[in-house]
């Protein structure tokens, strides 16, 4: 005869066989930073784009009165970039194809552009799939959106001129 045993977590007997049913602190949960997740595609972005360009940025600048995170802030050009992932954000698919995890993004990106827009930000979103299928178009996206860019470009021009 198989008696139960009740130590951390819930120890059943069930037809000779444990069945174990464990708490929450039993689950091993992956370590993050406590607010918000980190995303290799991001990281990705801000070394071959933003860094390559000179461009200094936030990453992660947190919108306080919304609780939400922009992935990044660029202060001198005073602009949003999102970086959104083709999967998670449901490119391509209509709301009713979305699945309940892209409908969330889908309302957290609306809420992002409203709080933008009413701070006069731009908010300029990149999709995964452009940077993975044609990163020159993306750059050349940056180059023509970045004020300091331009205004780096103009300067190393006027030096070039005879005077």
Request: with cysteine; proline share 3%; charged share 40%.
């Amino acid at each position: 005869m198989c008696q139960p045993v009740q130590k951390r977590g819930v120890i059943k007997t069930v037809n000779k066989k444990k069945v174990t049913y464990r708490t929450r602190s039993d689950v091993k949960t992956k370590r993050r930073h406590p607010e918000y997740g980190t995303s290799k595609l991001e990281l990705r972005f801000a070394k071959e784009f933003l860094d390559k360009l000179g461009v200094e940025y936030v990453y992660q600048f947190k919108a306080e009165e919304i609780g939400r995170y922009f992935d990044f802030f660029l202060p001198k050009e005073h602009i949003f970039i999102e970086v959104d992932g083709s999967y998670w954000h449901g490119y391509g698919l209509l709301h009713e194809e979305k699945n309940r995890i892209q409908k969330h993004a889908e309302w957290v990106d609306k809420q992002k552009d409203l709080w933008a827009a009413e701070h006069g930000i731009p908010v300029l979103r990149i999709w995964e799939h452009e940077i993975n299928k044609t990163p020159e178009k993306v750059m050349e996206l940056l180059k023509s959106r970045l004020v300091f860019y331009k205004d780096k470009k103009e300067k190393e021009n006027n030096k070039k001129k005879r005077h």
